[in-house]
């Protein structure tokens, strides 16, 4: 079964900068669609970024022009590059495999914490 496995997190002030990477077991990175997601307390986990295997990116427009998502099938590996951070980003971030309804795949990894302090 797909894994994954999400890294980078940590405390940063707000405006800070953080790059999340998310491996993930096989090629899954380089034959499927992968999303990052987030889950702040008492939040639903959301969809942040997807990026295809064709390099099409999408973003909800709350990080857009903040955050890139990239990824490197060599690796097997997908980033998010976050950038401006602000208090609402505070959450935990996971990765997925997207199906065709931008709904996860696999189960999820233990995630990565991302806190911004004001």
């Known amino acids: 079964q797909v894994q994954f496995v999400e890294s980078g997190g940590g405390l940063v002030q707000a405006g800070g900068s953080l790059r999340l990477s998310c491996s993930a077991s096989?090629?899954?990175?380089?034959?499927?669609?992968i999303g990052w997601y987030r889950q702040a307390p008492g939040k639903q986990r959301e969809l942040v970024a997807a990026?295809?295997?064709?390099?099409?990116?999408n973003y909800e427009d709350f990080v857009k022009g903040r955050f890139t998502i990239s990824r490197d099938n060599a690796k097997n590996t997908v980033y998010l590059q976050m950038n401006s951070l602000k208090p609402e980003d505070t959450a935990v971030y996971y990765c997925?495999?997207?199906?065709?309804?931008?709904?996860?795949?696999?189960?999820w990894g233990q995630g990565t914490q991302v806190t911004v302090s004001s």
């Open positions: 096989g090629s899954t990175v380089s034959i499927n669609t």
């Open positions: 990026i295809t295997t064709r390099s099409n990116t």
């Open positions: 997925n495999v997207l199906t065709t309804w931008r709904t996860p795949k696999y189960p």
